[in-house]
């Protein structure tokens, strides 16, 4: 691929919970098992909102990375002079404060999905990285896997015709064991407001983002159309959406999205219906579940021509075989760091706000609100989802 050394981003880890764990221990997987040999990683810093010694755990807890500087603030961590890149890892509440205390502090950010809470806050975070000449990418990191990339290819290239619709479902059967609620606790960033929980945000962003990348992504940069979105929830006894479906409609191009996500029953419980089907005037191409991390499709021909491919995930064996699939979207910032570009193309600011934008109007017409404290676009340092104290 590359000639001469690799590029070297240097990351800062703000929060230590479930996906900083994934996204790191992908980090920590060889570049060249993966066949990029033209940009690595390295964790340089680790923070933890609630202490010191929980971030110095976390470098137990991924087996690596052990000489990382490990903060008991996310304050600290992001004036650390050897950071490049933060990796927001916080829930959906935190991101636009996260996000933009370390805007703030002159880093470049890749924070995890869902972008923001309000549509507003995410204009307001590209307005400041575009400003301060910032890379800035939502962590939808789907998008980046060889398996997207090659679907969007497919649909680029004629294969199934032009596109009239994309069907797509992340649903998970949550169900409790016992009576009529769900298995999260009410407090779980799953379902509870205060943390933007919600289907919604954290499921719905995945049937939209296979929406967006063939119906939306690909419209020519001339004709770029917003959907119009027709959308109905159920709410949780939290006040949180269990249940919403959204209809996007692009009337310019004649193509219209579905988008369905549920905490009550499962997209596919025997692995053999697609979670997305991009239909076309030729065939469609059928992805298999999770919307989030497929790893096989289908293409099926008008003329009834049928071919299955599968594409797992490469395996670290130097990693315990470790290997999820976040290390592609990592590839893409390191890229563009390297090559001085403040957006991903795959992902492009703008879309990401009509994404933001698409789910707060769902959000609005299934009645579903959150706190003033984590849907104001007022930037506060001090807020306690800086400071930790919330
Ligand atoms: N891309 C993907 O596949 C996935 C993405 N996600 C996204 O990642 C983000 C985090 O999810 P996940 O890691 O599962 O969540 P966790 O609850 O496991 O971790 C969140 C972390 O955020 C920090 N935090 C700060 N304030 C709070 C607070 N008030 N309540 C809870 N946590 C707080 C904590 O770290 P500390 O104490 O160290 O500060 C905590 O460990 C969400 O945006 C989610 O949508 C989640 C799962 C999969
Ligand atoms: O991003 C995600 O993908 C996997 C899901 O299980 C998780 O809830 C979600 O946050």
């Known amino acids: 691929m590359a000639s ?37 990683h390295e964790i340089v810093a680790v923070a933890s909102s609630s202490s010191s010694k929980r971030a110095a755990e976390f470098l137990q807890k991924i087996n690596g990375a052990f000489d990382a500087k490990t903060y008991g603030s996310y304050s600290e961590l992001v004036v650390d002079p050897n950071v490049d890149i933060i990796y927001v890892a916080t829930p959906h509440s935190h991101h636009f404060q996260n996000t933009m205390l370390a805007l703030e502090a002159g880093k470049h950010v890749l924070c995890e999905k869902a972008f923001t809470v309000t549509a507003a806050q995410a204009r307001k975070l590209v307005e400041t990285a575009k400003a301060k000449k910032l890379f800035l990418m939502e962590a939808v990191w789907t998008r980046y896997f060889p398996l997207s990339i090659k679907v969007r290819e497919l649909i680029t290239s004629g294969e199934i015709g032009t596109v009239f619709r994309t069907i797509g479902d992340l649903s998970i059967n949550s169900n409790a064991e016992e009576g009529s609620g ?18 919604t945000l954290d499921l719905g962003v995945y049937p939209l983002t296979w929406v967006f990348q063939t119906l939306y992504h690909l419209q020519p940069e001339q004709d770029k159309e917003a ?10 006894t939290t006040g949180a959406d269990e249940n919403t479906a959204i209809i996007c409609s692009f009337p310019g191009h004649n193509s219209i999205g579905i988008a369905s996500t549920t905490m009550r029953a499962d997209t596919d419980p025997e692995n053999v219906v697609p979670a997305v089907r991009i239909q076309g ?10 919307a989030y991390r497929p790893t096989k499709y289908r293409v099926v021909k008008k003329n009834g021509e049928a071919q299955t491919f599968d594409v797992p995930q490469p395996a670290d064996p130097a990693r315990n075989g470790w290997g999820h699939g976040m290390f592609w979207e990592a590839d893409e910032c390191a890229r563009c760091l390297r090559d001085g570009k403040l957006e991903s193309a795959t992902l492009p600011w ?34 306690p989802l800086n400071t930790g104290n919330q």
Request: charged share 20%; glycine share 10%; with cysteine.
């Open 4 to 40: 001469g050394n690799p590029y070297t981003l240097k990351w800062g880890i703000m929060a230590t919970g479930g996906i900083a764990e994934t996204f790191c221990k992908d980090l920590l997987c060889s570049p060249a098992v993966r066949g990029a040999d033209d940009v690595r």
């Open 182 to 199: 769900l298995s999260f606790a009410d407090s779980h960033r799953m379902v509870n407001p205060d943390l933007a929980g919600g289907a």
């Open 227 to 236: 959907p119009t979105v027709i959308a109905s929830s159920n709410k949780y």
């Open 281 to 290: 005037s030729k065939g469609e191409i059928q992805v298999f579940a999770p």
């Open 350 to 383: 703008k879309e990401s706000i009509v994404i933001m934008e698409t789910m707060e109007e769902a959000l609005r017409q299934g009645g579903i609100t959150y706190p003033e404290l984590i849907t104001t676009d007022v930037y506060d340092p001090k807020s």
